[in-house]
């Protein structure tokens, strides 16, 4: 069946920009009660004006994911009002550059942001699930979850492990029908995130062709919290990796390893930084992270044929083993 969302408690974690955004909005359209959480207030009184503008209850609590106290502050705020219907663990941050020169307090962020902070969304709002004997859970993993990502060494190992714990969570939560643990696997998106996170490279960094509208995924969170599904990729490149890496992992990996490095030789010159892992972005946000443009359109279709082509021979090598 198909759950009306107007009036239904949501929680977003990460609904200061990107993808949360632009969820916080699609919820909104369907007359949702909102619970929107992140680091940057600012940002978050701006989205849930527009989500008021747009006839939704919305509601925002200052939170960082890493602190399970802070967590179950918004877990108890939004229970509050009635229920919890709906949560969304979307939080996300990375640091982009080799793994020996980038310093380990920024893998152990990123790990603590992507594995624990989504951990402690669920152990805030599971109890309430269990209380209500209802509730869906929705987290959000991305491609990395299913392909590693080269430069990106503790991307990889929260992606890969928060995958694992969602699949422990849902096998533990079998015998409970009207609890749903969903996840959702989006390729490259264009947002905020890639300039707002750590960058220990040197250069500038950005997303390969094709890169897909924030809202696409935003779409597809809402239609899993209206008819839950266990698991949901957006995007073609999504299944393409996760065929690749299933059939010759080390391959896929090594071919995205020289495709950085190819990047990183031509790509602009820029500071070292941190980004966002201490501290949140000082700026508002938005959706959008002009990441897509005329030209990297057109060769989308380009590299969408070679990545096929890059997994048919991944299978035949491993067929050939």
């Excluded at 978050?44 to 004006?49: G, H, I, T, Y």
């Excluded at 705020?77 to 709906?86: N, P, R, T, Y």
């Excluded at 979307?90 to 893998?107: K, L």
Aim: glycine share 8%; with cysteine.
């Amino acid at each position: 069946m198909t759950m009306d969302l107007a009036g239904r408690v949501v929680v977003i974690t990460g609904a200061s920009s990107g993808i949360g955004e632009a969820t916080a909005y699609a919820f909104a359209r369907r007359k949702a009660r909102l619970v929107l959480a992140a680091r940057n207030k600012n940002a978050l009184d701006l989205v849930a004006e527009v989500c008021r503008e747009m006839g939704a209850d919305a509601h925002v609590v200052t939170t960082d994911v890493t602190d399970i106290d802070a967590v179950r502050q918004v877990a108890s705020k939004a229970f509050a009002l009635g229920s919890i219907d709906v949560w969304v663990s979307n939080v996300g941050v990375g640091a982009v550059g080799s793994f020996a020169e980038t310093p380990m307090s920024a893998h152990e962020q990123v790990v603590r942001t992507n594995l624990i902070g989504h951990m402690n969304d669920a152990h805030a709002v599971l109890p309430i699930f269990l209380r209500q004997k209802r509730g869906t859970f929705i987290n959000m993993i991305s491609l990395g979850g299913f392909a590693a990502a080269p430069f990106a060494a503790a991307y990889s190992a929260s992606k890969f492990g928060l995958k694992g714990f969602t699949e422990a969570l849902r096998a533990e939560l079998s015998d409970q029908p009207h609890i749903h643990i969903c996840d959702i696997y989006p390729a490259f998106i264009d947002t905020p995130g890639l300039r707002h996170g750590a960058n220990f490279t040197g250069r500038r960094i950005s997303a390969p062709p094709p890169v897909y509208d924030a809202r696409r995924v935003a779409d597809a969170i809402v239609a899993t919290a209206e008819r839950p599904r266990a698991t949901v990729t957006v995007g073609a490149v999504t299944n393409l990796l996760r065929l690749s890496h299933l059939a010759a992992p080390n391959l896929t990996a090594s071919l995205m390893a020289m495709v950085m490095r190819s990047y990183f030789r031509r790509a602009d010159p820029v500071a070292i930084s941190n980004g966002n892992l201490f501290a949140p972005s000082s700026d508002a946000g938005g959706i959008d992270g002009g990441l897509r443009s005329p030209r990297q359109r057109a060769v989308a279709a380009t590299f969408l044929t070679a990545l096929a082509v890059g997994a048919l021979a991944a299978v035949t090598v491993a067929r050939r083993r």
